[in-house]
């Protein structure tokens, strides 16, 4: 039975067990937040931007609404005096702004200043979708962080940049020059359109895409293996109307 709650005074109606975050967007009411990406639906609870005011039944606690689901009737507050104090607490932490964080724990400060990481786990999610894998969250407590394993080359890792086209703080680093791509401790060969010269990926990420696609690299010479879509799709029409001509 559909439950009727109220969200910044918007009535909204809900299943029982939704979560707020997601009632809140259905009904155009945006939560602000970093970790959620509809590319990962599942992934939730990281960053603690999300979080809401509920009231019910006289009480009132502060939540995060991705992964609070509803139980009944109740009232959320998206901007409550008490949620804009605590998200600018969680704000100042990420952003790294010192002035308005003044009375937040200094050591947890201090290791996010060097560096822009919430720990909201999507780049290791988007690795492990790819079966790649490479990546995960290593040490603990403040020194917790996102590398390889004993931070050394993987080979697990193809180069493909699915990981920091994924994060939402822009904190993985890694750079290209006309040849090559760097990233997580090594370097890869880039892959051109052999047609256009226009940079594919990394020759190891479409190696593994096609052996996972089943396609078997052998079969066609190096030289004439990488072509964007547009030149394989001109090379295509090329041969076809070459096809008719000779017919
Ligand atoms: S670049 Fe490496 S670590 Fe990042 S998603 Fe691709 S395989 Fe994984
Ligand atoms: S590097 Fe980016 S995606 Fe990965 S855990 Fe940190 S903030 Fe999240």
């Known amino acids: 039975m559909a439950i009727k709650i109220k969200i910044d005074g918007r009535e909204c109606l809900c299943e029982k067990g939704e979560y707020i975050y997601d009632i809140a967007k259905r009904n155009g009411i945006e939560i602000p937040t970093y970790c959620r990406s509809d590319a990962f639906p599942d992934h939730r609870a990281c960053c603690r931007m999300c979080i809401v005011e ?23 507050l998206t901007a409550s005096p008490r949620i804009l104090e605590d998200r600018a607490v969680l704000r100042a932490l990420i952003k790294q702004t010192e002035d308005e964080a003044e009375g937040v724990e200094f050591q947890r400060l201090a290791q996010i200043e060097n560096d822009k990481c919430i720990l909201c786990g999507l780049c290791v999610q988007a690795c492990e979708s790819l079966g790649t894998g490479a990546i995960s969250l290593v040490n603990r407590g403040v020194d917790k962080d996102v590398d390889t394993p004993y931070l050394k080359p993987n080979k697990a890792c193809v180069g493909c940049l699915s990981c920091a086209n994924v994060c939402p703080m822009d904190a993985i680093t890694w750079s290209e020059t006309e040849t090559t791509r760097s990233i997580w401790h090594r370097e890869f060969q880039l892959a051109r359109c052999s047609c256009c010269g226009k940079v594919l990926g990394t020759v190891d990420s479409l190696e593994y895409s096609r052996k996972k696609s089943g396609k078997q ?14 030149c394989r799709k001109e090379a295509l029409a090329r041969e076809m109307r070459e096809t008719y001509r000779l017919v």
């Open 54 to 76: 509920v009231v019910q039944r006289g009480r009132s606690r502060i939540v995060a609404s991705c992964v609070y689901p509803v139980d009944g009737e109740c009232e959320v």
């Open 217 to 230: 690299a052998k079969s066609v010479p190096l030289e004439t293996t990488y072509l964007c879509d547009e």
